[in-house]
């Protein structure tokens, strides 16, 4: 039903600013959030932002707060995640996921998240 592709990690940087990308294909009218989650070797997974396809509406993790911006590009399918500012405790594979519940908002549980991307890599050298 849907298909989420993650792009846009690589090796950069402290302080250094990246852009990453998730492409989601199929029935997306029907999801009401895009939700970006991160994991580091040897941790958890753990919630990073979260926005409304219809309003655009965002929630951040305080790890990210001012740092992290998400958009996203009705048009194209398309959600964005800047991060800006970029420290060496960022480094994870980081996810995009979709939900298809109009409920339990902020969206920041991943039982919350109906479909995952395969996701991609974002690597911070000091």
């Known amino acids: 039903q849907v298909q989420l592709v993650e792009s846009g990690g690589g090796l950069v940087q402290a302080g250094d600013s990246l852009r990453l990308s998730c492409a989601a294909s199929?029935?997306?009218?029907?999801?009401?959030?895009m939700g970006w989650f991160r994991q580091a070797p040897g941790k958890e997974r753990e919630f990073i932002a979260q926005i409304m396809w219809s309003s655009g509406s965002t929630y951040y993790a305080d790890s990210v707060k001012g740092r992290f911006t998400l958009s996203r590009d009705n048009a194209k399918n398309t959600v964005y995640l800047q991060m800006n500012d970029l420290k060496p405790e960022d480094t994870a594979v980081y996810y995009c996921?979709?939900?298809?519940?109009?409920?339990?908002?902020?969206?920041?549980?991943?039982?919350?998240?109906?479909?995952w991307g395969q996701g991609t890599q974002v690597t911070v050298s000091s």
């Open positions: 996921a979709a939900s298809y519940s109009a409920f339990g908002t902020p969206k920041i549980y991943q039982s919350q998240y109906d479909y």
């Open positions: 199929g029935r997306t009218s029907n999801s009401y959030a």
